[in-house]
């Protein structure tokens, strides 16, 4: 062994977590399950609390979306003051404020105090997601325990989202809609007195004030790409939604010939002259784009094809989760006999393995494709994100982690957004191509019109209608699903094979990072 050997193993070792740092994970764990529960938890409480609160369309829209626009607008800005004032001391006060901000929601008396008290959650979530993952950066110096405990984190993350429809069903069987927030709320205070024990805090020094008018177009930016993109995802491509895409991109313009004349600019462009950071992004981005529609239309296959109830939908999803966590937890396990960039195409084609399995659904509601394709995605994508997030954050300078954060956690936010506007309006127009093949001569007042939007639509309409007719319509409309759910999963699957081979081609040329 050489003398340079001899200094990066002593080096490594003394880098090596110790009990402290994984007591640390563990409480990091609990604001990254909570942000991610609170994504999908209010999905059942809607008919409960439209009930009390008798939101407009509108109101009811922004309740369920504003939660998820103000994170994506607010992460890479917390990110960076994050690096500035310190992580733990922005990851104490963001618990500060989602938990307050829970209260607040679940004593709500009219939707506009909801819609304002989602509004705070997001911005608090913001606070918490990036400080969650650059703390595990400064914790962990190991690179292969680094990658373990990112794992871990990327699972908390994706049990909360699976997990967050179950919680809310249990709590409403016994409790008002508002018991869905208040769980937040003895946690927050579980951070905040363990917190401070095992946590490090970290700033950057000689790191400038967040400039502030970077961090208005930036959110502006983002929130008017977002909006956009989910106007066209749940409605249309219309003049709205044109107008919204060009103001963020004029925002993002804007932005980003700021950051080019500032001496310490809110984001660091030059971070993206790292190829692994990057193809890390970029991969990010693609797998959830690809990702995020099947995965949607597949859990209304549950419960509109299947039949089962959201209770035993949720129920019926643990299985996948739970093989998607295992294959977090083992991918950097991997990462030690092959490159990441192997590890990240073999996932890849383990995910396309699951589309195609998807195609297969039937329209009689057999869950076996569904909750086989289910688990093989759930295991690739899942796994994958485990690997490139710290392909992400390791590729970025210390004094950036937070920036580099929320970056990596922005691009999930927008793959998810874009893909379910793109794959989303794809599967739309088939469904509602194959109803009218199969229903022609219907008219606008016809009550099987409606099935034409969704096959909930279609389940409304056919108890106005005989028995033959409802038959009938209820036939057609799982079939037209069932293609719609087939042509998500085939564009699924031409993109992971594509992701495939980027991996193998470039990301395996890409230099790992060394331990330690």
């Known amino acids: 062994m050489t003398a340079a050997t001899q200094r990066a193993s002593a080096s490594t070792t003394a880098a090596r977590a110790t ?14 399950f909570l942000v991610a529960i609170d994504m999908t938890v209010l999905h059942l409480a809607v008919p409960h609390l439209t009930a009390a609160l008798r939101p407009s369309s509108a109101q009811l829209l922004w309740i369920i ?36 901000a829970s209260a607040f929601a679940a004593f709500a008396n009219s939707a506009a105090m909801l819609v304002a008290a989602r509004a705070f959650l997001g911005i608090s979530a913001a606070a918490l997601m990036p ?11 190991d690179n292969r325990q680094r990658g373990i405990a990112i794992a871990v984190w990327s699972c908390m993350f994706m049990a909360g989202t699976t997990i967050g429809p179950i919680i809310g069903g249990a709590l ?64 249309t491509l219309d003049l709205k939604a044109l107008l919204a895409l060009c103001a963020g991109l004029g925002f993002g313009i804007l932005f980003l010939r700021r950051q080019t004349r500032l001496a310490d600019p809110m984001l660091d462009l030059s971070l993206f002259r790292n190829t692994r950071f990057t193809a890390g992004l970029a991969t990010q981005f693609l797998t959830i784009f690809a990702v995020a529609t099947p995965y949607f239309l597949s859990t209304q296959y549950l419960q509109l094809v299947a039949g089962l109830s959201p209770l035993e939908a949720g129920l ?5 989760m739970l093989a998607g966590i295992a294959g977090a937890l083992l991918a950097p396990v991997a990462t030690r006999i092959l490159h990441p960039g192997s590890v990240t195409g073999l996932l890849m084609l383990v995910a396309a393995a699951g589309f195609a399995l998807l195609t297969l659904a039937p329209a009689e509601g057999t869950l076996r494709a569904v909750l086989g394709g289910l688990a093989l995605i759930t295991i690739g994508s899942s796994a994958t994100m ?20 929320g970056l990596s956690e922005m691009s999930g936010e927008f793959g998810m957004a874009l893909g379910l506007a793109v794959i989303g309006s794809l599967a739309s127009a088939t469904y509602r191509n194959s109803v009218a093949a199969a229903l022609p001569g219907t008219n606008d007042l016809d009550p099987a019109t409606g099935a034409m939007e969704s096959l909930g639509n279609a389940v ?53 990072q060394d331990d330690g």
């Open 19 to 32: 009990l402290r740092e994984w007591l640390g994970l563990a409480t990091l764990a609990l604001p990254t």
């Open 316 to 320: 019926a999803m643990l299985p996948p």
């Open 460 to 512: 409304t309409a056919a108890e106005q209608l005989d028995a033959t007719a409802a038959n009938a319509l209820i036939t057609a409309s799982r079939e037209a699903f069932v293609t719609s759910l087939s042509l998500s999963a085939i564009v699924g699957l031409a993109l992971v094979l594509g992701l495939a081979v980027l991996a193998f081609r470039v990301l395996r040329r890409v230099p790992q």
């Open 131 to 141: 400080s969650t993952l650059a703390l595990l950066t400064d914790m962990f110096r």
């Open 172 to 235: 409403l069987e016994y409790f008002w809609w508002g018991s869905v927030f208040l769980l937040n709320v003895p946690l927050m205070l579980v951070l905040l007195a363990v917190g401070p024990l095992v946590l490090p805090e970290s700033a950057r020094t000689g790191g400038g004030r967040l400039d502030l008018a970077s961090a208005a177009l930036f959110l502006s930016a983002v929130l008017t790409a977002v909006y956009g993109i989910k106007h066209i995802a749940s409605e």
């Open 386 to 405: 485990a690997l490139i997030v710290n392909i992400i954050v390791s590729a970025a300078p210390e004094e950036r982690a937070g920036e580099a954060s």
């Open 65 to 100: 979306d504003i939660y998820g626009f103000m994170i994506a607008g607010c992460l890479v800005v917390m990110g960076t003051l994050g690096d500035r004032i310190g992580r733990r001391r922005l990851l104490l006060a963001g618990a500060v404020f989602f938990g307050a």
